[in-house]
Structures are given as C-alpha cells and as structure tokens.
C-alpha cells in the first residue's frame, strides 16, 4: 500500500511499527466501531509518519451541523444563525486550518508539488466516509478556477483532488461550472462582506444536461480545498440549484475548516 | 498560450550554414537577419510546448549537419524531409509520454500540438535603425544569472524596470548569442534496440528522469513535467523558460578608482606566521591569469581563522576584476558573515543573500549566498569561495556541487574551505604526488602545500587541538533511559557547573534533547534553570542559541545544529552516543573544534561517550592527533630554521 517511505508532509521517514497506534488512535475517534475496519485502512493509507499522524488536526465530533465549524455543542454556529434558505445543505470538512495545514497546502497550490495530491485525496475520503456514505452520491462537482489562474498555476488543485477522490469511492466527476468573474486572492480581500460580494455571480453554469429524469434526485458533491466564509461554495451551490432544478440535494466536503 | 515557431536559416555566404531555431517571435528574428544578412527563413511548424520545439530543433540541427554533407545546398526535397522529420518524432514523442502516464487522458486531444509550416521568407539585407535602450536596460540585470521566466519578472519588478515587451528584447539577445534560452525541463527521446525512452533532464538542477514529475498543465495546455528537486525555488516546467546570460563583459565598467577602493581591506588583526604563509599561497593562486587550475583547497583545522586567510584573496580579486561570491551552507552563518566581511573591507557593497533575504535581487561586490540561492547564478563570478563544502546540504549533492560550479565564470577560480574536506576532495585537491616533501617521520602525516592545496594544522593561538576523551559505557542509552547514573556524564557535568565554564551536550535525534534535559534535572534539581536544549525545528531556535552565547544557560542539549559556525570562550563539549551514524568523522571532528578556540582560553574537554565501539570515533580521533603532530613538526622546524 506504502509506495513511498517517506512522510510527505515533513520528509521524514516512516516506520510502520511507530505509526500503529497513531493510525489506531485516529481510526477510532473517526468512526463508530462498526465502521473502523474502512476507516483503519483509509488512514493507514496516508503516506504521513507517526509523528505528523499524531498532529493531524482533526475537526472533533461537535461541529456546527450546517458549516461543519469546530464548536462546543452540537447546532448551528454564529455564522450560520444568519443564512436562511440554504441551498447548500451542509458542510463538512476534516482538518482545522492550522500553521501544519496553512504551510502543507501552499506548498500544494502555490508551490505546485502536484504529489500532494495523493494525500489530500486520502484525506478526503476519510472526510466522505466520516460524514456520509460513500455511495450517497451521483457526482462530484469540483470549484474551478478562473481560466488565467489557471493559466498561471498550471493546475487546478481542486480537480486534481476531485479526480482521484472520484477513482477512490467510485462516482464521476463532472464539472458542471465555470468561473467567469476572476476574484483576487483570498489574502488580498478584507471583510466578509466584501467576499460574499466579489462571489456572487462568479460562476456560470457548464452547459453539460443532467439527465431530466435523474434531475430532480440528484445528489451532488461539492468539492473545494478550503472553506473560509462558505462563499464560494454557497455560490457555486446556488449556480446548481438555479439550473439542476430545486430539488438536487447538494453538499459540499474540504479538506480545511 | 505562448506558441513556438521552429524555422530554419539558410545565409546567402558561400559555404552553406542551414541551422535551426526557435522562437516565440517571428517578426523579431525576421528584423534581426535582415539587418545582418540576406537569408532565406523556412518554416518547419509551430507548437506551445517549449522542449517539444527545442528537442525538435537538435534533431534538425542533426539532420541538416548530414544532409550538407551530401550536397551543397538546402533544396525543397530535403525541406520536405525535414518537416517529415518533425511530424514523426513528434508523434513518438506523443506515443511514449501516452505510455509514460498510463491511463490519464490528455487535455485537449493529443499529449502533443504541432502544426506544419510551408511558408518560406526571403529577406534581403536592408538596414534598419533598431531602438536598443530596453536591450541595454536588461542586459546588465539579467547579466550572470540564470532565472526562470517568473523570476525574471519578479527581477525586474524589484528593480522597478518596466518592459513592454520582455518576449521580444529577450529574443534579440538571443539571437545575438548575448543570452541563452532553454525550456525549464529538457525533453529527448533516447533510442535503443530494446525500447524507446523519454528523457527528461532538469536544466536548472541538472535532476534526471527520477526526480521529475509528468503532469497535464494548463499553462501550455501539453504534455508537461516539472523538477521536484528544485521545486522550492519556483516550478522549473517544460513550458517555462530558462535564460541563462553569461557574464561576458568585465563587471569593471566603473572606473577603475572605485574599483580600487572597494578592494581596499581594512582589517585591523594580524596573521600568525603559518596563516600569512596559507593567506598568501591562495591569494597567489587567485592572482594567477593561467587557465586550468580551476580549484584551490584551504584545509584549515577548527579555530585556525578561516574567513580572515580569505581577506587577501577577495580583496585581489575585487582589484582584478570584480564581484565574489561567498557560499555557505546555512543561513545562521550567511548571516553571521556579512557584517565581518562588511566591516573587512568597508567601501565594497556586501549582500547576504537566502531565502527571505531582500537583497536576492540586488547587485553587489561581494555576496554571501545559501547554497540554494546560488543556482540562480550562471557564469557570474571571477571568484567563488565555498565554505564548509563538507557540510550537511553540500555533502554529496550533486545538484549543489554543479550549480556553485555553474556560477563561477569560463577561467574563474573556485576555492573550497574546510576543517574536514571530504575524501573526494582530499583525493583530488591534496593527494600526495611524486617528489613532495614528506614531514618527519610520520609517513602518515598529509601533504601541507601544493599547487592546489595548503593545510593549516595549527590553531592561530598556536596552542595544539584538545583531544578528545573517548569512554564506552556498557548499555548507554539504557542508563540514560532509566535515569541511573553515568560517572563520566556527570563528573563532566558537575565539574563545568562548578568552574563557571559552558558545556555542549550532543545528542543524535531530537527525542534524545527533551531525555537528557530530564536526567540531568534528576541529578541536578537545583541547577535546573540554566539547563536548555535545542534542535533544528525548535521555534525559539534563535533565542536559546542566543542565551547560551550571552552566558544565561550553561550547558545546552543540542542536536548536530550547533556543531559549526558557534564560538563560545570557555566551553566543553560532549557527545553521548558517538556511534551513531550521524556523527561521523568529519562532524565529530568539529565537535572537538568548539573547545578551546580563545587566546585566552586554549584548552577544555572534550568527551565522546559511546555505547560500543565505532569507527567514525576512533577515526575523528587520529585525525586530530596527526594534525596536532603536523603542527607540532612544523614549528620545530620552524624553530631550527630561527
């Protein structure tokens, strides 16, 4: 399953017998006893050395049950207080976004070390299989780039992921959306209220037809690597609902919190 | 998307010179011909993948080589070949990068674009007045470096140049052979009677086929693949760019009086007798104009004053011709550095340039560069001088080893520093030959100068090198572990406590820092406080290091990161667990070389613990001894000759 021993994230070297409990440990607080055998083997899979799998940190079992937040009890979080309406059902994601996770991923996106994609994959479909069924839907719909940002990177770091989570728990990637507004980086905005405003209308639908019959049953996956605000994914969420029809059911999965 | 045309000139001289090249623009290079020479410019096809084109364009080059060795001239026959040529190894380079990333689908259609040309240019000479102020803008920027595309963009933008059309000023020179452009990632196909292969070699990093990634990209929308190796000094890419600029004019174009300033050494401190005598061998060999001897060895013992033997030698060379270059391997000791050389020769400009430097842009006399930052020079530096070229990223790295070479220019000097050189280059720079001068009996004893080494056994103190202290404790980290006491550990201990000295504890991994700190509490709950223990990933690194250099913790626990580059007065040192594999000779011999590097305070203890009994001890420990006779031969002589 190892094909590399290395860790991935700090390159150092992996001993399996050191990375046993760590991968017991985080098995168990991932899943209910019924379903530790999966999630042991997903988390055996990733190519992380003891110490970094002992670091991994995992959103714990009270979240916000609408943006996935990290919180104290069980309900909505503060942010979430204000949505009505929602056209994204929920999210969920695995890590918090820590000084760990903040560094792993602009190694990923703005380094472009396209081999950490394996692991981010891993990860998410540790997330899928935390949260929901893996069979619970028909397609998976990654948040694309602007065109000339992605002329610039190289690669889309969301489709990459998508592609393989695809692979992974066996539904196909279909990208039903398009970028047209091109928005400044997330660190160069202020405020959420600005955000939520260069967000709105940045997507537009694909053309690609879902089939009429399916249309009103469609269980669709929103991917994306980080959730900050939700804007992004509330927007391509509603770019879906406008067109898919009302009643798809969308949720969304990241990687960060 | 940047699309590259592939053309081939045929001059109007009378001996045939069909060649090929490549260019992201057309028009500039008709311009450019036609104000030299009438030619004939024939289209062999376009495409957006930049070592697609180069790789086509060296099977072209080989192809007409041949074809003029048949005949005299260029005809449509042997075009039509040529472009024939092209489609079918572009369709094999397609079938093999298919085969090589199995099972993914290309983006658009095919892994590989390329459209056929048929257009042929007759150009007649005519003479054109052509605006050269952007070339002369660029030139002396990019002049001795090798950057990528977005690095030539940032370089620019720091030196707030603004261009508005980079592409095309970039091509002139080219063409004017004043530069060199290659894809980021060189693509060949390598034929064999077994199977076809793919090559790709890194054209920054010199990384072969295992270190590079293949990838869809998006930028040239091709087949692609990039450099993990030299990935964190930006992605070197099929599609981007690399321009190389030697530096052909002397950097002297300042008047020769400021040169001469700046190359004044204000240096206050004075050699001792051996190190004037290794001062003036180097600077002798940087003097020297003959070609050939390309590499210099300063082998000089822990605390024997390296960075001042250098002054000399920088200071001739800024008089000579222009810029050094110091390469170090850690940036604690770039930065450490600047300012003595700063204060050295106070009219040079000196940079300390590493990763988060703001200097990496600038243009100075003297810089101090990482060992990373150091490939994005290309044929910069008369003289380049490479500290500790035993040390960790150095040692055995091919990839660091062919980028300081790369910086030096076509007849500069390179010279090594080392208190430890490596058996390569002990191999190739100090070996002993026929006819040298062997010292007293010891046959064992190295060789002390050369044509291309000089050694400095002796410290400038002229006190000999404490030897180390070796013990084997039976069952060492066992002891360690259970907290039972280790006799020699905590006599050494107690006995640096009591006097008011300093004490380094080596340990090998970075668990062991956090397991020593807690025995010696157990043994000495009082003294608690001035305990303190750091490694690499420490985030308070700096603070701790800075404390025990300002005397407010005594004994510090520390992996191998403060093994060089550290000078504290009155200290010892200690090793628990000497065997282990990363302690080997060369750093247990620097270990050694903390004691006692003060005047004031020449001697000290040095203890190597270990659980059984190793080779890299036995060795470190020989090899100080034979300095310290060398050293002892010398003076002896020295003293009969008085």
Known sequence: MMTRCRCVACAGRIVPRSRESAIRSLASQLSQRTRYPVMYRLVAGLALCASCLEQLPVIGAATCRQCGREQAAEGLCQDCHKWTGETLQSNRSLLRYNEWGKNLLSTYKYRGEERLAALYAELLAIAVHRYHHAAAFDCIVPVPLHEQRLRERGFNQVELLAGRLGARIGVPVRPLLHRTKRTAKLSQQSGRTAREESMDGAFSWAGEHLGQAQADSHRILLLDDIYTTGSTLRSCAKTIREHAGSMCHICSVTIYR | ??????????????????????????????????????????????????????????????????????????????????????????????????REMAGEQPLPCDWFRWETGDSSVVLDRCDRANDETAEALMGPLLEGRGLLWEEIETLLMHRAVALPDMTAVLQRMVLAERAEWRPGIRLSVKK?????????????????????????????????????????????????????????????????????????????????????????QARRYVANPRPGRREFLIWAVCGAGKTELLFPSVSESLGASGRVLIATPRKDVVLELAPRLQRAFPHARVIAVHGSSQEKWEDADITIATTHQVMRYYQRFPLVVLDEADAFPYHNNSILYRAVSRAVQPGGKLLYLSATPPRYLQKSLAAKRRGAVQYGAGRSLPLVSSSTHVLLPGRYHGIALPVPCVVTVQGLHKRLKAGRPIAPLIGLVRESLRSERQLFLFVPRIDDVEMVLAYLT?????????????????????????????????????????????????????????????????????????????????????????????????????????????????????????
Request: glycine content about 6%; hydrophobic content about 40%; some cysteine.
């Open chain 2, 192 to 280: 064999s009677w077994w199977k076809h292969r793919l090559e790709l070699v890194c054209d920054r990093c010199g990384s072969q086929r295992k270190d590079i990634e293949l990838t869809q990209c998006h930028t040239c929308g091709q087949g692609c693949a990039y450099c993990t190796a030299c990935l964190g000094m930006g992605r070197s890419k099929c599609c981007t760019p690399y321009v190389l600029v030697p530096c052909r004019s002397p950097y002297a174009k300042r008047d020769s009086k400021a040169m001469h300033r700046a190359s004044r050494l204000c240096w206050t401190g004075s050699y001792s007798r051996d190190q004037a005598v290794a001062a003036e």
């Open chain 2, 1 to 98: 998307m940047r699309e590259y045309l592939l053309y081939v000139k045929v001059g109007s001289e009378s001996v045939q010179s069909a060649r090929a090249y490549v260019t992201p623009c057309f028009s500039v290079d008709q311009s450019f011909w036609q104000e030299r020479e009438g030619c004939q410019l024939h289209v062999i096809g376009r495409s957006p993948s930049l070592a697609l084109a180069f790789s086509l364009r060296e099977m072209v080059n080989v192809q007409l080589q041949r074809q003029q060795a048949v005949s005299r001239s260029l005809n449509e026959e042997g075009l039509a070949e040529l472009r024939k040529l092209a489609v079918s190894s572009v369709w094999e380079t397609a079938a093999l990068y298919g």
């Open chain 2, 522 to 642: 157990k043994f000495f709950p009082s003294e608690a406080s001035r305990f303190g223990g750091v490694h690499a990933a420490d985030p308070l690194r700096e603070d701790k290091v800075l404390s025990f250099r300002e005397k407010r913790c005594r004994v510090m626990v520390t992996t191998t990161i403060l093994e060089r580059g550290v000078t504290i007065a009155g200290s010892d040192a200690a090793v628990i667990g000497a065997e282990v594999a990363v302690f080997d000779e060369a750093s247990l011999v620097q270990i050694a070389g903390r004691v006692g590097r003060s005047a004031d305070d020449p001697a000290g203890t040095v203890l190597f613990l270990q659980a059984e009994r190793a080779a890299a001890v036995r060795a470190a420990v020989k090899q100080i001894r034979r300095m310290n006779q060398l050293a002892k031969v010398l003076r002896s002589r020295e003293e009969g000759q008085a």
